[in-house]
C-alpha cells in the first residue's frame, strides 16, 4: 500500500469530517497530492489538488468553499477538511500522489493511491 486514507464515515448533511493521507514509504512534500471521489455508478471524479513545496491548492467547482486542502509536512500527512457536506458528497475518497502531472484533473496521471475511505452523508 503506498497511500493510506483514514477518517471517512457517515454524517448528516451540513455536517464535516477530516480525511487524512499519509504515505508510509515516501515523503508527501516532494509530491503532488490530489483527492479524488467515486460515487457508485460514476466515473472518479477529483475533487483537490495540493502543490509539492508552496502546495498551491486548486478545487473542484462542486466542492470550492467547503472543503479545505491542506498539508503538515512534519507528519507527512495530507488533510481533505469538509464542511457543508451535502448526499452528493457520499463516495469513496481516494488520495493520488505524483512527482509530477500534465493534467492534475486526470486520475490516469497519478501513479500511487491509496484504498480509498467510505464517506456518507445521510440523514
Known amino acids: 500500500v503506498q497511500l493510506v486514507e483514514s477518517g471517512g464515515g457517515t454524517v448528516q448533511p451540513g455536517g464535516s469530517l477530516r480525511l487524512s493521507c499519509t504515505a508510509p514509504?515516501?515523503?508527501?512534500?516532494?509530491?503532488?497530492i490530489s483527492w479524488f471521489r467515486q460515487a457508485p455508478g460514476k466515473e472518479r471524479e477529483w475533487v483537490s489538488y495540493?502543490?509539492?513545496?508552496?502546495?498551491?491548492?486548486y478545487y473542484s467547482n462542486s466542492v470550492k468553499g467547503r472543503f479545505t486542502i491542506s498539508k503538515d509536512s512534519a507528519k507527512n500527512t495530507v488533510y481533505l477538511h469538509m464542511n457543508s457536506l451535502k448526499p452528493d458528497d457520499t463516495a469513496v475518497y481516494f488520495c493520488?500522489?505524483?512527482?509530477?502531472?500534465?493534467?492534475?484533473?486526470?486520475?490516469?496521471?497519478?501513479?500511487?493511491w491509496g484504498q480509498g475511505t467510505q464517506v456518507t452523508v445521510s440523514s
Open positions: 495540493i502543490g509539492s513545496g508552496n502546495g498551491a491548492t
Open positions: 493520488a500522489a505524483d512527482s509530477s502531472v500534465s493534467v492534475m484533473e486526470s486520475w490516469s496521471e497519478y501513479d500511487y
Open positions: 514509504r515516501f515523503t508527501l512534500d516532494d509530491h503532488i
